[in-house]
T-cell receptor
C-alpha cells in the first residue's frame, strides 16, 4: 500500500528516557513534517524537512531532534529535555512547493 | 496564531447538507484556503483547497466569497462517518515559503441519525 506509516500507534515510556518515533513514506514526497497535538488543540509544527540531509525547526522544536538520512524516513526523537512529552504525534509528507500534506495515523506517546 | 476563525461546534442531520463556515479576513492575495478533517484519534485528511474560484471534488464543495474574506465547506449529503473536526487553514503557495500549516481549533461537526 502507498502511504505514510507511523509506528508504533501507542508508546509508553518512563520519564527521563529518550524515545524515537518512526515515520516512513513510499509516496516519493520530498517534504516531511512532524506535528504535535494536545487534547482539544490544533496541530503544532515541531520540525520539517524539505529535502534529504536538511531540516528546520518548527514552532516547538525544543526537546526534540530529527534526522533525514533517507527520503523515505524522518524519525523524531523525544528527548528527556522535553518537559511535557505526553501527546499525539503526527507525521506528514508533501511536495515543498505544491499540493497538500498527507498525514500518517499518528503515535500516541504517554510518559509516566 | 491561526489566521482563521471557525465556530467550535455544529450539528447536522444525516443525509442533509453540512455547511461549515470559516472567516479569514486577513487573507493575502497569495494565500489559498485549505480544508482538512480529523476523525477522532486519526491523522488529518485533506478535503479540498481553493484560491478564489469555487471548487468541487468527490468529497465536498468549497465556496469562497468574492472578497475572499470567508469561505464555506459544503458536505452535500452528510453521513455518520463525516463526524469529525474540520480545520480551515490559509496557506501561502509562493516559492521560498516553508509552507507551514497553522492550525486553529477547527469545528467539531456531529452528524446525527
Amino acid at each position: 500500500d502507498g502511504g505514510i506509516t507511523q509506528s508504533p500507534k501507542y508508546l509508553f515510556r518512563k520519564e527521563g528516557q529518550n524515545v524515537t518515533l518512526s515515520c516512513e513514506q513510499n509516496l516519493n514526497h520530498d517534504a516531511m513534517y512532524w506535528y504535535r497535538q494536545d487534547p482539544g488543540q490544533g496541530l503544532r509544527l515541531i520540525y520539517y524537512s524539505q529535502i534529504v540531509n536538511d531540516f528546520q525547526k518548527g514552532d516547538i522544536a525544543e526537546g526534540y531532534s530529527v534526522s533525514r538520512e533517507k527520503k523515505e524516513s524522518f524519525p523524531l526523537t523525544v528527548t528527556s529535555a522535553q518537559k511535557n512529552p505526553t501527546a499525539f504525534y503526527l507525521c506528514a509528507t508533501g511536495h515543498p512547493w505544491d499540493t497538500e500534506a498527507f498525514f500518517g495515523q499518528g503515535t500516541r506517546l504517554t510518559v509516566v | 496564531d491561526a489566521k482563521t476563525t471557525q465556530p467550535p461546534s455544529m450539528d447536522c442531520a444525516e443525509g442533509r447538507a453540512a455547511n461549515l463556515p470559516c472567516n479569514h479576513s486577513t487573507i493575502s492575495g497569495n494565500e489559498y484556503v485549505y480544508w482538512y478533517r480529523q476523525i477522532h484519534s486519526q491523522g488529518p485528511q485533506y478535503i479540498i483547497h481553493g484560491l478564489k474560484n469555487n471548487e468541487t471534488n468527490e468529497m465536498a464543495s468549497l465556496i469562497i466569497t468574492e472578497d475572499r474574506k470567508s469561505s464555506t465547506l459544503i458536505l452535500p449529503h452528510a453521513t455518520l462517518r463525516d463526524t469529525a473536526v474540520y480545520y480551515c487553514i490559509v496557506r501561502d503557495r509562493g516559492a521560498g515559503n516553508n509552507r507551514k500549516l497553522i492550525w486553529g481549533l477547527g469545528t467539531s461537526l456531529a452528524v446525527n441519525p
